[in-house]
């Protein structure tokens, strides 16, 4: 599936339902022994097969919301204990709720028992994530990937494979590429071959015109002048064949999750595939967004009225912060937040940049925008219409103008309403200057021009991640 492959790694899926399989045995194992002796039920009962199913699933959700599934989390196994003790204190509640829902008696105390659970998971998981590192130094995982170009684009999309997919990428090296090109044989079969046995995954071209011309092309890393090109045809067959082969643009889209704003023009996106905006499926984001702000406006009500009393109690000045922001068309819209500045944080009205350790915030202020809740507001102006729940970020006039005169395309990422969370939002850091703004808008470009349902899943789950390690705050 097409839009599988783009939001999901395959791999980390795999590793995902591998790890379920593995704890819904550990816990029909403890299910089944926790059962007493008046209600136990046979080995083949489907009842416990339910109940193991359901606990592992809900475990393995929780991991997913802490990040416990990046790339890069998966890379890292300092961070490992950490994200599963994070992961199995949110699944907590909903394992005893689940085991009571299901009405099967325990033996022994219910926190016993969930802390006999929790450990088997946490051992479990320590022992599969273990046999996976192994796996990725041998290299089992690996995408070897072969540029071909020359100047700064080839060495951008380097720069960017080993600085964000270092794990899952790896570029053919420059001695191993002159390697290639010395024995590199005439026929296309054999060249074929020559790649798989080299474990190369894919060619990446990043010349210009992406193969528009009959003009050779030749490596990156100064070997523009071995005398061994690879010619469009040549690179056809290779693709025919089996080899994957990209221009910069479509690898950065569909690997890196952004696009490529130095290789973007007008005729491209005109052309390219994506960009669906269809009346089905503004009627269903639209219904989906109403259902989800009310629900989520009577279940945080009881939260905002403790923040609205603590912002009155800490610092004199309105209790929401009224802003104009730009949405969907260029239409302008006033947008909510709990006020988290003082009430003089803009004197004369000059829009301002946030700034690390900001003055102009205070002592509630910088608790609930490191949580996010100074944003719950908001929702009423997803009921309103105004704002979505997934999409780029509003911004207000003042930036926009500037930056649409600075950056190219700026303007395109209100073709769609902007989103209380989105694509840049999960993937940078908080943005504080024009450079910054624009790669942004890599994210913003890639968002609206391949937004999902699924990708929506995968942002509001990246989004729960965000808020509590308190990524990108200001």
Same mark, same amino acid.
């Given at each position: 599936?097409?839009?599988?492959?783009?939001?999901?790694?395959?791999?980390?899926?795999?590793?995902?339902?591998?790890?379920? *399989?593995?704890?819904?045995?550990?816990?029909?194992?403890?299910?089944?022994?926790?059962?007493?002796?008046?209600?136990?039920?046979?080995?083949?009962?489907?009842? *416990?097969?339910?109940?193991?199913?359901?606990?592992?699933?809900?475990?393995?959700?929780?991991?997913?919301?802490?990040?416990?599934?990046?790339?890069?989390?998966?890379?890292?196994?300092?961070?490992?204990?950490?994200?599963?003790?994070?992961?199995?204190?949110?699944?907590?509640?909903?394992?005893?709720?689940?085991?009571?829902?299901?009405?099967?008696?325990?033996?022994?105390?219910?926190?016993?028992?969930?802390?006999?659970?929790?450990?088997?998971?946490?051992?479990?998981?320590?022992?599969?994530?273990?046999?996976?590192?192994?796996?990725?130094?041998?290299?089992?995982?690996?995408?070897?990937?072969?540029?071909?170009?020359?100047?700064?684009?080839?060495?951008?999309?380097?720069?960017?494979?080993?600085?964000?997919?270092?794990?899952?990428?790896?570029?053919?090296?420059?001695?191993?590429?002159?390697?290639?090109?010395? *024995?590199?044989?005439?026929?296309?079969?054999?060249? *074929?071959?020559?790649?798989?046995?080299?474990? =190369?995954?894919?060619?990446?071209?990043?010349?210009?015109?992406?193969?528009?011309?009959?003009?050779?092309?030749?490596?990156?890393?100064?070997?523009?002048?071995?005398?061994?090109?690879?010619?469009?045809?040549?690179? !056809?067959?290779?693709?025919?064949?089996?080899?994957?082969?990209?221009?910069?643009?479509?690898?950065?889209?569909?690997?890196?999750?952004?696009?490529? !704003?130095?290789?973007?023009?007008?005729?491209?996106?005109?052309?390219?595939?994506?960009?669906?905006?269809?009346?089905?499926?503004?009627?269903?984001?639209? =219904?989906?967004?109403?259902?989800?702000?009310?629900?989520?406006?009577?279940?945080?009500?009881?939260?905002?009225?403790?923040?609205?009393?603590?912002?009155?109690?800490?610092?004199?000045?309105?209790?929401?912060?009224?802003?104009?922001?730009?949405?969907?068309?260029?239409?302008?819209?006033?947008?909510?937040?709990?006020?988290?500045?003082?009430?003089?944080?803009?004197?004369?009205?000059?829009?301002?940049?946030?700034?690390?350790?900001?003055?102009?915030?205070?002592?509630?202020?910088?608790?609930?925008?490191?949580?996010?809740?100074?944003?719950?507001?908001?929702?009423?102006? =997803? =009921?309103?219409?105004?704002?979505?729940?997934?999409?780029?970020?509003?911004?207000?006039?003042?930036?926009?103008?500037?930056?649409?005169?600075?950056?190219?395309?700026?303007?395109?990422?209100?073709?769609?309403?902007?989103?209380?969370?989105?694509?840049?939002?999960?993937?940078?850091?908080?943005?504080?200057?024009?450079?910054?703004?624009?790669?942004?808008?890599?994210?913003?470009?890639?968002?609206?021009?391949?937004?999902?349902?699924?990708?929506?899943?995968?942002?509001?789950?990246?989004?729960?991640?965000?808020?509590?390690?308190?990524?990108?705050?200001?």
């Amino acid at each position: 599936m097409q839009s599988f492959g783009r939001h999901v790694v395959k791999e980390i899926a795999f590793l995902w339902f591998a790890e379920c *399989a593995v704890m819904f045995v550990v816990f029909y194992g403890l299910v089944f022994s926790a059962t007493n002796a008046g209600s136990a039920l046979a080995i083949t009962s489907a009842h *416990a097969v339910n109940l193991a199913a359901m606990l592992a699933v809900t475990i393995g959700i929780s991991a997913v919301l802490i990040g416990a599934y990046r790339i890069e989390a998966c890379r890292k196994p300092r961070r490992l204990l950490r994200d599963l003790i994070l992961a199995g204190l949110l699944a907590s509640p909903a394992l005893l709720i689940i085991s009571q829902f299901a009405d099967i008696s325990l033996s022994e105390n219910y926190l016993l028992w969930l802390a006999k659970s929790l450990l088997a998971w946490i051992v479990c998981i320590s022992a599969t994530r273990w046999m996976f590192s192994l796996a990725v130094g041998q290299s089992l995982f690996v995408r070897r990937v072969w540029i071909l170009g020359s100047g700064s684009r080839a060495a951008q999309t380097c720069d960017l494979i080993e600085a964000r997919h270092g794990g899952l990428f790896q570029v053919v090296s420059p001695m191993e590429t002159a390697a290639l090109f010395a *024995a590199m044989p005439n026929e296309t079969t054999p060249l *074929a071959e020559m790649l798989r046995a080299r474990n =190369v995954w894919g060619i990446v071209v990043t010349d210009d015109d992406d193969l528009a011309s009959d003009e050779t092309l030749r490596l990156a890393n100064n070997h523009a002048d071995d005398g061994c090109p690879l010619d469009p045809d040549r690179l !056809l067959d290779l693709k025919l064949r089996g080899i994957r082969v990209f221009n910069d643009r479509g690898f950065w889209e569909q690997h890196l999750g952004k696009i490529n !704003l130095d290789r973007l023009d007008t005729r491209w996106l005109m052309f390219s595939e994506g960009f669906v905006n269809g009346r089905v499926d503004r009627i269903v984001k639209r =219904v989906s967004d109403i259902a989800c702000s009310l629900t989520l406006l009577l279940l945080t009500l009881p939260l905002m009225l403790v923040i609205a009393l603590l912002i009155k109690l800490d610092s004199p000045g309105t209790l929401f912060y009224r802003q104009e922001r730009v949405g969907l068309h260029g239409r302008r819209f006033t947008l909510l937040k709990f006020r988290s500045m003082s009430s003089n944080a803009e004197l004369g009205g000059k829009p301002l940049w946030a700034s690390q350790k900001d003055s102009r915030v205070t002592r509630i202020g910088g608790f609930i925008r490191s949580t996010r809740i100074d944003e719950l507001p908001q929702l009423m102006n =997803v =009921v309103r219409g105004e704002m979505s729940f997934i999409g780029p970020r509003p911004e207000r006039p003042h930036f926009v103008e500037q930056l649409g005169h600075l950056i190219p395309f700026y303007d395109n990422r209100s073709y769609v309403k902007p989103g209380i969370t989105g694509w840049a939002q999960v993937n940078f850091p908080y943005g504080a200057s024009v450079e910054d703004a624009r790669e942004k808008l890599s994210y913003d470009l890639y968002y609206v021009k391949n937004r999902s349902f699924l990708l929506d899943f995968v942002i509001l789950l990246s989004t729960v991640r965000v808020i509590l390690f308190q990524e990108g705050s200001r």
